[in-house]
């Protein structure tokens, strides 16, 4: 229910006729009028909308970049971010190719603020997973996708493109530590993010490599973390720790590892040598030399070197560069080279050594308070003419059964040849000896040769024949011991048996309670009183000797 009044009958006119139409009375407003200029209000505050957000923009936005890739995989413009501590600082605006269709060229757009972020030496690579020597990295990017690393350089000049990094590097920005760089033959094993060793502990790693700019070797740039990086002084030694280092020697066999992550990923060791003097750090990227081996760069640097040359007429297969100069167990040098000269007065070959000779090695040898040789030339000169005089010779032996290797030794060989130094010829020559293998190769040729004039054939008949002979004296021997056994067996089975009963009959005969025993010691008692009897007869007549015509005389009363 309502309390709306109830309308007139549509029937019903305005004077209450029924019948009649009821027309509404239109009613007349008066009309608003607006002043012109609101008009263009709703378009003036829509321009300055427009210029406060271009001005923001402008005000707001970064430095643009460029930067060229090999190729654009990951990247995707509009997405892509660039990052600095995984921080995001600009987006990729736009992805083209070169004029030469051989590289990507990707702008991007940095933050306001990031101009000091682009300096000479800034590097940008793309973030990807990456399996490397130095672990597992960008598995983040599995779920977010690429993006764009930075590294900001340390140079005072600003720049505005770049060229992006293929691998991406170790970022050392804010760590404690020092850069070094090493010079090596070749990279071997070694990558980016190989660890670096400090008495098995690792101290760094291997952050970059380039070739050198002559192309004979290569730049490797490490990483040495604090506070190992004290540690490497000018006197310091690298040397490769990749892999397995096995040796033989008389001790036996040795296997040295720096560890398990080397042996894959490889590794590098650095050490100073204990008899060098401790000075102090070494400088920011200061050079080192890159040795191949732990013997290799901690051997003694010698300032003293002697060069001598030796002619060897055998063969020198085996005898390589650096193989050692030996004195009675002494390492005093090594080899530096090998040729090959022809005699023409003896129309053969031969082989010249020339070798280095490191006196102090041998003066290090001297017991504390014995006599030493004086180190002027002069004194050199007369004691290796003394030692030469008395059969100092150089020998090739063999430092390895197995792998054949071979070395030079320095001995004495008193019934050599006699000779002497030029000294007028440099380098010295030095006479040498026959190697012991070469002796014992010479000893067989000459049995050889003497095995050769042996008549083996006339000797191989007569043996022929010998054996035959020999062959029918055993078949008669066998014969004859046949016939031993069948017809003489027998008969001299019986022999021994009457010999067997003969002996004892006589044995029973001999035996001490046998009759005849008994009357053989009867006998032998009467002959004994008899002798007994002719003894006292014989003193009787040596005192009486004329009884024998007078007779007994009669005794008085």
Same mark, same amino acid.
Request: aromatic share 6%; glycine share 8%.
């Given at each position: ?18 019948g009649a139409s009821v027309i509404p009375e239109a009613v007349v407003a008066s ?10 209000? !709703? ?5 300055? =909308? ?18 060229? +890739?090999? #190729? ?16 995001? !600082?600009? *987006? ?8 030469? $269709?051989?590289?990507?060229? %990707? /702008?991007?757009? @940095? ?18 997973? $990456? ?35 293929? %691998? ?22 070694? *990558? ?42 000018? #006197?310091? $030694? ?10 033989l020697d008389a001790a036996g066999v040795k296997v040295k590892t720096e560890s ?21 750090? =070494?400088?920011?990227?200061?050079? +080192? ?14 300032? &003293? ?21 030996? +004195? ?5 040098? &090594? ?24 006196? &102090? ?39 390895? @059964?197995?792998?054949?290797? @071979?070395?030079?030794?320095?001995d004495f060989f008193p019934d050599a040849p006699q000779t002497r130094l030029n ?28 095995? *050769? ?13 010998? !054996? ?20 003489? =067996? ?45 003894? /006292?007869?014989? *003193? ?14 009669? &005794?008085?009363?």
């Amino acid at each position: 229910m309502t309390d709306d009044p109830i309308p007139p009958d549509a029937n019903t006119t305005e004077t209450g006729a029924p019948g009649a139409s009821v027309i509404p009375e239109a009613v007349v407003a008066s009309r608003w009028h607006a002043a012109p200029w609101l008009v263009w209000l !709703i378009p003036l505050i829509a321009a300055a =909308a427009g210029g406060w957000i271009l001005a923001h923009s402008i005000l707001t936005r970064g430095p643009t970049v460029t930067i060229t +890739f090999k #190729n654009a995989e990951g990247l995707e413009a509009g997405k892509t971010k660039i990052k600095y501590k995984e921080v995001d !600082i600009g *987006d990729v605006k736009s992805i083209v190719l070169s004029k030469d $269709r051989s590289q990507v060229i %990707v /702008t991007a757009q @940095l933050a306001k603020g990031s101009d000091g972020f682009l300096r000479e030496d800034t590097r940008f690579w793309v973030v990807r997973p $990456r399996i490397g020597a130095g672990g597992i990295s960008g598995l983040g990017t599995l779920l977010s996708g690429s993006y764009i690393g930075l590294d900001v350089g340390k140079s005072e000049e600003e720049r505005d493109d770049f060229v992006g990094l293929d %691998v991406a590097p170790f970022v050392l920005s804010g760590l404690p530590g020092r850069r070094f760089v090493l010079h090596a033959d070749h990279m071997g094993s070694l *990558d980016v993010g190989s660890s670096i060793y400090f008495r098995h502990i690792e101290a760094g790693q291997v952050v970059a490599y380039e070739l050198d700019k002559q192309g004979k070797g290569v730049l490797i740039h490490i990483f040495v973390n604090a506070p190992y990086d004290q540690y490497v002084t000018n #006197n310091t $030694r690298f040397w490769n720790a990749s892999g397995v280092e096995v040796s033989l020697d008389a001790a036996g066999v040795k296997v040295k590892t720096e560890s398990l992550a080397a042996i894959i990923a490889g590794g590098i060791t650095f050490q100073t040598p204990l008899e060098l003097p401790i000075v102090s750090a =070494a400088n920011e990227n200061a050079p +080192f030399t890159l040795f191949s081996d732990r013997d290799s760069a901690m051997k003694h640097a010698d300032n &003293e070197v002697r060069k001598m040359l030796l002619y060897f007429k055998e063969s020198v297969r085996g005898l390589a560069p650096g193989a050692p100069l030996d +004195f009675r167990g002494i390492v005093i040098g &090594e080899v530096r080279s090998i040729s090959l000269e022809y005699d023409k007065q003896e129309k053969i070959f031969l082989f010249p050594v020339e070798v280095d000779i490191y006196p &102090e090695r041998l003066r290090a040898h001297y017991r504390v308070g014995a006599d030493r040789a004086e180190h002027d030339d002069n004194a050199y000169r007369a004691v290796l003419d003394k030692l030469v005089e008395h059969g100092l010779r150089a020998q090739l032996k063999s430092g390895n @059964l197995l792998t054949g290797m @071979l070395y030079v030794a320095l001995d004495f060989f008193p019934d050599a040849p006699q000779t002497r130094l030029n000294w007028n010829k440099q380098p010295i020559v030095l006479a040498t000896v026959p190697g012991t293998l070469e002796e014992l190769q010479t000893t067989l040729l000459h049995i050889s040769r003497r095995l *050769d004039k042996v008549p083996l054939d006339d000797i191989g008949a007569d043996l022929h024949k010998a !054996i035959k002979t020999l062959d029918m004296t055993l078949h008669n021997t066998d014969q004859l011991v046949k016939r031993l056994d069948s017809d003489i =067996a027998p008969e001299a089975r019986d022999t021994l048996e009457q010999a067997r009963k003969t002996l004892a009959v006589a044995e029973r005969t001999l035996s001490s309670d046998a009759p005849v025993q008994q009357d053989l010691r009867d006998a032998l008692r009467e002959i004994s009183r008899a002798a007994g009897s002719l003894r /006292t007869l014989t *003193d009787y007549l040596d005192r009486h000797p004329e009884s024998l015509i007078r007779g007994k005389a009669e &005794e008085q009363p």
